[in-house]
């Protein structure tokens, strides 16, 4: 939709603090107060960013020439973060969102994660691929996955530890890909898992194409172990 609205109820109830000239398909808060929402406008192929400071009371928007509709958002630092979208595009920031440049990943498919665990370190992942970078997007080496589909709703690295929500499982490695397992609690008879977090206590939520959300068990704190 094209309207951006916040609740300090637990959902109860919703105020209303935007509704922009384009639809909005994802949404990134780096703290409370710093945080970031995009899509694409109406009436061409232009991306639209929706940029808040103030944890959501004033919004500003502005447009990604010829982007296509952003997919995906994730912000390592109030300054520096990355966008994808359904074009086949990665662009990185430096300054918050004022500016963006492409950067080339290597794959002629769209992004559907993003996770950076510092300004040079991170992941992407789309349909058949997994990648990695040590040099802040300018170069992706790619990461072994050997299940099949790779649809990943959900990426993160924990305490050397990575960790993917792959269709109907949870994989994790811990040598960057060279051999993985599944989390033994990971339901197998789910729908596609379409998204999924990772919290550092070992709890995992996800939803499912049949559109509920589940909580993975992750025994001992799996998430949380080395």
């Known amino acids: 939709g094209n309207t951006i609205a916040h609740t300090n109820d637990g959902g109860v109830t919703w105020t209303s603090q935007l509704q922009a000239s384009g639809w909005f398909r994802s949404m990134f808060f780096y703290n409370n107060q710093i945080g970031f929402a995009a899509g694409q406008m109406y009436s ?3 991306g639209l960013i929706a940029r808040t400071t103030n944890g959501g009371v004033n919004w500003q928007t502005s447009t990604l020439p010829n982007s296509g509709e952003i997919r995906r958002i ?13 074009s086949n595009k990665l662009f990185k920031t430096t300054d918050g969102g004022n500016s ?5 990943y290597g794959v002629g498919a769209s992004i559907s994660t993003i996770f950076f665990e510092n300004t040079s370190v991170g992941w992407i992942t789309g349909d058949n691929f997994i990648r990695r970078t040590t040099d802040g997007g300018n170069t992706w080496q790619t990461i072994s996955f050997p299940f099949s589909p790779i649809y990943i709703g959900g990426i993160k690295h924990i305490n050397g530890v990575l960790w993917v929500a ?3 499982a949870v994989y994790y490695t811990s040598n960057n890909g060279a051999t993985w397992q599944t989390l033994p609690s990971s339901p197998q008879a789910w729908d596609q898992i379409n998204a999924a977090h990772f919290f550092p206590s070992g709890k995992i939520y996800a939803t499912t194409g049949g559109g509920s959300m589940r909580y993975i068990p992750a025994g001992v704190n799996a998430c949380s172990s080395g």
Do not use: C, K, L
């Open 44 to 46: 061409t192929q232009d």
């Open 74 to 86: 994730f912000f390592v630092s109030s300054s520096v973060g990355w966008i994808a979208s359904w």
């Open 100 to 104: 963006w440049i492409e950067q080339s």
């Open 166 to 168: 792959n269709y109907n």
